[in-house]
Every structure is written in C-alpha cells, then in structure tokens.
C-alpha cells in the first residue's frame, strides 16, 4: 500500500508473449482504479495485457440447441469455438479498428448474429476489406492514426490506406463483405486493427474454417452456402 493507502502494483516478472494462464477469477484494483486479473500462480496481470475468455453470462439459443457456433468478443479481441455450450478452442484476433465503434462510421466490426454465407480456400482482398465506404482518412470522424498518415508530423504517403493482398487463406464470409480470414501480413493479433474483418494467424484461421459447416468438397477452390440452399455456422460478436 501506499501512503494514500491505495494498492500499488510492483512489477514481478514479465509473462510471455501469448502465453496460456488460467485464471482464478478474482480482480484487484490498484494504481487507481486499474483493473488486474489474479492468475493460478498467485500473480497479477494488468488487464490491458490479457485477452481473456469466460463462459457467456447467456447462450444465444442456437448454443442450447447444441449448435457449433463462433464467438468473438470485440472488447478481449478473442474467438471461441462452441459446440453446443462447450468451449473447444480460442484464439486471439485482429478486428475492425476502433474495437468497438459503429461501423458505418468507422471500420468497426458489426456486432450481432450472423451466419456464414461463403468460403474460400484462398482469394485476393483490397482496400475495401469488410465494407463498403470509402477509406477513413486522417480527419474523416473515426479515423484512427497511424504513423507516416501526416498526423504525426509525416507527409501523408501516395496510396495511404490503399492495398491489395493476394492469396488471403481460408476467408469465411458472414456479413456484405466482412469475413473471418487468415492474415499473413502482420503478427498483432489480439490489438485491433482491420478494415473490419476479423484477421487471424493462418494457422487458426484453417482451425475455424475446417470447424465450420459445410464443409469445402475435396478440390474445391470455394463455396457459396447460400446457393446450395445450406445454413452456413453461426458468428455471434459482442462488446
């Protein structure tokens, strides 16, 4: 304590980087108010520095009719997999940025229910990944900055926030143009940080894209579910 008699946090240790620990699920306060997570080894961990999941305080209906479902929660920046109300992996992702903002004003992912419409093994993605609107640029209402936009003192470079990404693995789409897929290009995942999309490591991304329904036949490049008359896996994304 200090002599204000407010809980002081001493750092002890550093954890690795995306390192697994199981909680106990009790919470300290201290430096004034931050919030940290007690972890099984006696430890605390500041909570800007986790990304947790924890059993839904509700399951959506489709859970209790022992339905595989997606959970990405927007404020941990994590994915679950669900068979039914049994958690069966998780993950850390990168979604629209800011984490949690409207996105038709922003790149924000949209929250709600939604299923699976499309899959591809691989396909070439641009600019307008995950929506429709033009580019945020710096200025525009929900822009977030970023080093070289001018922002920061830098010239605004020819072509910012113009890009276009080939081969982008095992994309699933769930929304108009926002998908869950694999990203090759940069190795954050758990920040946000999209154009909306929900970014993963390639390696998970085919962990959720061989979970969901239906399946890619063998020698299939890709696969619209709504054309064969399918219901394609829930996604359900919350604050």
Known sequence: ??????????EDGKLARRSVHRLTGKVKRADGGEKYYELGDGRYAFWKDVGIAVKPAKFPSLAKKGERWIEVDLSEQTLTLWEGTTPVFVTVVSTGRPAIGDPEKTTATPRGIFRIYAKHVSATMDSVEGNSKPELKPGDEGYVPEKGDGVYGVTLRRGHGKFQLRDVPYIQYFHKQYAIHGAYWHDVFGIARSHGCINLAPADALRVFKFTS??????WHGLNIERIGAKGTAVVIHQ
Do not use: K, N, Y
Not at 1 to 10: C, E, K, N, Q, S
Not at 214 to 219: A, K, L, R, T, Y
């Open 1 to 10: 304590f200090d002599p204000a008699g407010l809980i002081v946090a001493v």
């Open 214 to 219: 239906p399946d890619v036949p063998e020698d």
